[in-house]
Antibody, heavy 118, light 113 residues
Framework: QVSLKESGPGILQPFQTLSLTCSFS??????????VGWIRQTSGKGLEYLAT???????YFNPSLNSRLTVSKDTSNNQAFLKITSVDTADTGTYYC??????????WGQGVMVTVSS | DIVMTQSPSSLAVSAGDKVTMSCKSS????????????LSWFQQKPGQSPKLLIS???TRETGVPDRFIGSGSGTDFTLTINSVQAEDLAVYYC?????????FGSGTKLEIK
């Protein structure tokens, strides 16, 4: 059974870097055609795709945020990571990590709320 | 980016009614290589994360009640819920995975009278 759980700082100030961790079980990023994605849900833009990292270290980013995003993984420990630099209030929302496969997004984590406030 | 447009934005129905909601994409989601439409439907109940209902436009996930039916091809897709139940109160999103960046519709909020 697949399970994903996001963790992060909760609150941060403008211009800081947001670092999120996705800890998962039930699948491995060492397996072909497995990926972990990041989606956020904000009041302004609804569900917004951020990035994906694949089993072979291939990566995709939302072009509108590309320069601010970094994704990485720790295959041995079943974790994936997202960093967003220079946050502002528009980055406030709920951040989800997802399991991706050839059939698209298969499963979602419970989400972690992030508030950017001075 | 592929733009996903959902309608209506909300609808209120009574338990037992049949519901249809629409999702249109700005370009075709059909892959001739894999002979399928790269379109998923998600259900997000209040306070929960989205849950995958249907992938490849019409393939129900294991455990999803058969009253949920996905149909359509190319750029026009429909989610039908036959005999809506009170537990179906949720926002329904379509999403394309034909190309990156993945994109979502703005959702259809289903309310039960």
């Amino acid at each position: 059974q697949v399970s994903l759980k996001e963790s992060g700082p909760g609150i941060l100030q403008p211009f800081q870097t947001l670092s999120l961790t996705c800890s998962f079980s039930g699948f491995s990023l060492g397996t072909s055609n497995m990926g972990v994605g990041w989606i956020r849900q904000t009041s302004g833009k609804g569900l917004e795709y951020l990035a994906t990292i694949w089993w072979d270290d291939d990566k995709y980013f939302n072009p509108s945020l590309n320069s601010r995003l970094t994704v990485s993984k720790d295959t041995s420990n079943n974790q994936a990571f997202l960093k967003i630099t220079s946050v502002d209030t528009a980055d406030t929302g709920t951040y989800y990590c997802t399991q991706e496969g050839k059939e698209g997004i298969v499963d979602w984590g419970q989400g972690v709320m992030v508030t950017v406030s001075s | 980016d592929i733009v996903m447009t959902q309608s209506p934005s909300s609808l209120a129905v009574s338990a037992g009614d049949k519901v249809t909601m629409s999702c249109k994409s700005s370009q075709s989601l059909f892959s001739s290589e894999y002979q399928g439409n790269y379109l998923s439907w998600f259900q997000q109940k209040p306070g929960q994360s989205p849950k995958l209902l249907i992938s490849l436009a019409s393939t129900r996930e294991t455990g999803v009640p058969d009253r949920f039916i996905g149909s359509g091809s190319g750029t026009d897709f429909t989610l039908t819920i036959n005999s809506v139940q009170a537990e179906d109160l949720a926002v329904y999103y379509c999403e394309q995975y034909y190309s990156y960046p993945l994109t979502f519709g703005s959702g259809t909020k289903l309310e039960i009278k």
